[in-house]
């Protein structure tokens, strides 16, 4: 199966910081795929390269197979890119449906057409099987951190989009809102999405993941399947870039 | 699934009751509206008509609607500008330039009325933007620019009207503004159609709704909303078309006041689009959480820029409202308190000075309540150091239930 998603010799820096070396990273349909590595590993980095948000030096940016260049958040957006950001971007006082439109609202002439994104909000988050909400109507602000992520990610799951990034979804939220996010994860999966989660939780990880991905001081140190990995070794991976016969070796992708 | 209660797909069917429920709920859980302004406007009726009952005479309740005109057309404005957490100090002296502009082109320059009305509003967009671009891309706290151009706008009237002289307004279209009445019976055909209009609003909206299968306000709760309009309408128009003239057989004074009719347009027009456009929305937006407004695409600079120039254009016509009241345009129009009466108006009537939370109804309810505390006491026989004390009490009490009733919405969740 061909990725939806891939990177080839990724390399970005920041003035005299190379943040990222020559990472390759893929993603594929129907699958999550668990991005992990340290803080200042470069995930937020790359993520923000997929995103558009910074512009990559050199590598190779395919989607769909096909090289494309990805200058702004508006070109990965067009590509059905999604990025749901840790800190939600959520106005508390806005409810459900105008949360999930804002800025692509859909109107009749100048007047909005609440009536469509009312439906349009229900269908999504009933696709996702969510049921935890009492009104689409309500305000953000009422809502619980499970149900406000929830809302964030099927903001991002409206679009049509191929490819959804979460960036760490479940870092403040307690344990049964945890499971129900991680639940969600999975069903947008299984619906045929690429998914891809940053987490340094390995719990949640390997209760998700497909596919893992350890980056390691900028550089991707090895990308395996969930089922063939043990939690040891992507610890391993995680604090010092091998392991085994995983990883880097002397600083090159193995 | 700790929190599960039901599918969206599947609300509970809406009910009166289940309306009033849910209303309870938000005004405990902190979102008390306009129920302050409302609750006040009673209290402050029904005390100054016993102690005074000159005031409840119909000629007072048709001074008090003019008296309040162009503090409330300026706070409609300024909600724009709350909306997003920002603030225009200089809306005052703003209006007072371009109350200026309106009286010295219809005096000295001998244009029509419509010419120097549409001067005078330009004159208000083109501080709007150049306020809200130094703000917007200059990044200079609003009240520091508001206030600098508080003090600016200040001494270019002083230089419009040449160091203070007072230029008397005598064109009759603009002074009819403030100062004549609606025929009696154009007033009943007005308010007819404006309940009838609303009635027709709803009522289609919800049997649109209904037909697709989405939650709709109950009819009985739409009756009971157009039932109130018709009857709070109707008690005013009858009020307003008794004869108020002390001497009928020599002048008739009866009638709706011409700036009514004007400002319930300009509540339509705000209301529609705060609530009904996209621009509305993206308003509400960088008010709640301006970071995620930015990364949903919208340009906040913009948003920024646009709702100053609103509030500027508003206090134009503030502007010209004052002087059609005064006759005259002199230094002082537009200045001591109006501001503060109107950013006050703005505050007590349930607009958030803290941004994301307000109507264009607030200004109008808090307008009110301002014009009756001053016409109140004022025929009470209170010296106007009473009235400011009085007026900026009110002020506190009203931004102190705001930052009350959000403490209290943080800690049930609400907002």
Not at chain 2, 29 to 42: E, K, S, W
Not at chain 2, 158 to 176: C, E, F, P, Y
Not at chain 2, 230 to 243: F, K, M, S, T
Not at chain 2, 383 to 405: E, I, M
Request: include cysteine.
């Amino acid at each position: 199966m061909t990725p939806v998603l891939e990177l080839r010799g990724i390399d970005k820096s920041f003035g005299p910081v190379q943040v990222l070396h020559d990472v390759d990273f893929s993603v594929h349909p129907g699958e999550v795929t668990a991005l992990v590595g340290d803080n200042g590993a470069g995930k937020s980095t790359l993520v923000k390269c997929i995103g558009g948000i910074h512009a990559v030096d050199s590598g190779e940016y395919l989607f769909d197979g096909k090289n494309v260049h990805i200058n702004s958040p508006r070109d990965a957006a067009e590509l059905g890119i999604e990025i749901v950001y840790q800190d939600l971007a959520l106005c508390d006082n806005l409810d459900i449906v105008q949360n999930m439109f804002l800025g692509r609202e859909h109107r009749r002439g100048i007047v909005l057409d609440e009536d469509t994104m009312e439906e349009m909000a229900a269908r999504t988050l009933e696709s996702l099987s969510v049921r935890t909400v009492k009104s689409i109507r309500q305000h953000v602000s009422s809502l619980s951190g499970g149900q406000r992520q929830t809302v964030a990610i099927a903001k991002a799951v409206l679009w049509n989009s191929k490819v959804v990034i979460l960036d760490e979804p479940t870092a403040a939220l307690g344990v049964a809102q945890t499971a129900q996010v991680l639940e969600l994860v999975r069903r947008l999966a299984d619906q045929g999405l690429a998914v891809v989660l940053i987490s340094h939780n390995m719990n949640d990880v390997f209760a998700v993941s497909d596919r893992i991905a350890a980056l390691y001081l900028g550089r991707m140190a090895a990308q395996v399947r969930t089922s063939d990995g043990t939690h040891a070794q992507v610890v391993e991976l995680i604090t010092s870039g091998r392991s085994g016969d995983l990883g880097l070796t002397n600083g090159v992708s193995a | 699934m700790t929190d599960t209660i039901a599918s969206p797909r599947a609300p509970e069917a809406p009910t009166i009751s289940g309306s009033v429920r849910g209303y309870a709920e938000r005004v405990r859980g902190g979102d008390m509206g306009a129920l302050p302004a409302v609750f006040g406007l009673v209290v402050l009726c029904t005390v100054f008509s016993i102690l005074r009952p000159s005031f409840l005479t119909p000629g007072n309740f048709a001074n008090l609607l003019t008296q309040g005109a162009a503090i409330t057309v300026i706070a409609m404005g300024l909600v724009f500008v709350l909306l997003l957490g920002e603030i225009d100090l200089s809306a005052g002296f703003a209006s007072g330039v371009c109350a200026s502009v309106l009286a010295i082109l219809l005096t000295e320059q001998g244009l029509p009325w419509y010419v120097a009305v549409l001067a005078a509003i330009l004159t208000g967009v083109v501080i709007g933007a150049a306020l809200g671009t130094v703000v917007a891309k200059l990044g200079i706290p609003s009240f520091v620019v508001t206030l600098a151009a508080f003090l600016g706008f200040q001494g270019l009237v002083l230089l419009l009207v040449k160091g203070g002289t007072n230029i008397s307004i005598r064109d009759q279209t603009i002074v009819a503004i403030a100062n004549k009445y609606l025929p009696p019976a154009l007033g009943w055909a007005l308010l007819a159609l404006g309940v009838v209009g609303y009635a027709a609003l709803q009522l289609l909206r919800a049997r649109k709704r209904a037909s697709r299968g989405l939650v709709s306000d109950p009819i009985a709760l739409i009756a009971a909303r157009v039932g109130a309009l018709a009857v709070l309408g109707g008690v005013a128009v009858y009020i307003l078309n008794l004869e108020r003239s002390r001497n009928p057989a020599v002048v008739s004074l009866t009638g709706v006041p011409v700036v009514v009719p004007i400002i319930v347009i300009l509540l339509v027009l705000g209301t529609f689009v705060l609530r009904r456009t996209a621009y509305g929305r993206h308003l509400y937006a960088v008010g709640g959480n301006a970071e995620a407004a930015r990364r949903a695409g919208i340009n906040v600079d913009r948003m920024k820029i646009s709702a100053f120039v609103i509030c500027s254009g508003m206090a134009a016509v503030g502007g010209i409202i004052a002087a059609s009241r005064a006759s005259s345009v002199d230094p002082n129009t537009g200045g001591s308190n109006v501001l503060l009466y109107a950013v006050g108006a703005a505050v007590i009537g349930g607009t958030s000075l803290f941004g994301g939370k307000g109507r264009v109804l607030d200004a109008i309810l808090g307008g009110t309540v301002v014009a009756v505390i001053e016409n109140g006491m004022g025929l009470m026989g209170y010296s106007s150091g009473v009235k400011y004390l009085v007026t900026g009490a009110v002020l506190l009490l009203a931004a102190g239930v705001d930052a009350l009733s959000r403490k209290r919405a943080a800690a049930t969740g609400l907002r």
